[in-house]
């Protein structure tokens, strides 16, 4: 069964470093997202990307955040500056339809830890 | 503003029983949902979805019902199992958005 993958699994950095964390989308699949969950709270959408833009994002996606698919298989999340607020589960997630319907499938998450 | 709730944060059943997970949800724009199950160090995974234009949906052991009326969803797990001991996540979104909007979730433990 074809997967959203993501990497690392676990990531702990220092306030004020830099973090990338990267996806591989289903192959197939068009709309990609990044959401975010701090620890026993509820999902968070940060951004979609679809077309190689941006094409909605939320008031959490401020000037430290930016997405980039570099290749025809990755998308990253790039946090310039980290800090100790964005320790949190980073979900990606993608979709193949067009609309705001179709399944949505998940990635494992990337635990970031900002120390 | 849009936001999507939950009633309960914890329920507790026996193992065969039937269980209901209830969400409440204020964008009345709102025109598809979804319920996502998340097990423990995972991410959500899609259980069942519905639109607006319908009230009832049935998958393997899972309905959702949906009442536009008062803006309330509904997931009935029939039979539950060990295995759907999870938290499980309503999500909403309407026609032309492209994030969804996750409730708070509800913790479901499946007593034997």
């Known amino acids: 069964e074809p997967e959203v993958t993501q990497t690392p699994s676990h990531q702990v950095t220092q306030m004020g470093q830099e973090v990338i964390l990267r996806c591989v989308p289903i192959?197939?699949?068009?709309?990609f997202y990044w959401y975010r969950q701090i620890l026993g709270q509820k999902v968070e959408f940060l951004v979609s990307?679809?077309?190689?833009?941006?094409?909605?994002k939320s008031e959490i996606f401020d000037d430290q955040f930016s997405v980039e698919r570099p290749d025809g298989s990755n998308f990253t999340l790039k946090i310039r500056s980290t800090k100790l607020e964005d320790s949190a589960m980073y979900f990606c997630a993608s979709r193949q339809g067009s609309g705001n319907t179709g399944e949505l499938f998940f990635g494992e998450g990337s635990r970031l830890t900002v120390l | 503003g849009e936001s999507v709730g939950l009633h309960l944060p914890t329920l507790s059943v026996q193992e065969g029983d039937n269980s209901i997970i209830n969400c409440a949800y204020s964008n009345s724009a709102s025109d598809y949902f979804i319920w996502y199950k998340q097990e423990s160090g995972k991410g959500p995974q899609f259980i069942i979805d519905i639109r607006s234009n319908m009230d009832k949906r049935q998958g393997q052991r899972v309905t959702v019902l949906l009442n536009k009326t008062v803006k309330h969803l509904s997931l009935q797990i029939a039979a539950t199992q060990p295995g759907d001991s999870a938290v499980y996540f309503c999500?909403?979104?309407?026609?032309?958005?492209?994030?969804?909007?996750f409730g708070q979730g509800t913790r479901l433990t499946i007593n034997p």
């Open positions: 192959s197939n699949h068009l709309y």
């Open positions: 999500a909403e979104t309407y026609q032309g958005a492209q994030k969804l909007v």
């Open positions: 990307f679809y077309n190689n833009e941006i094409s909605e």
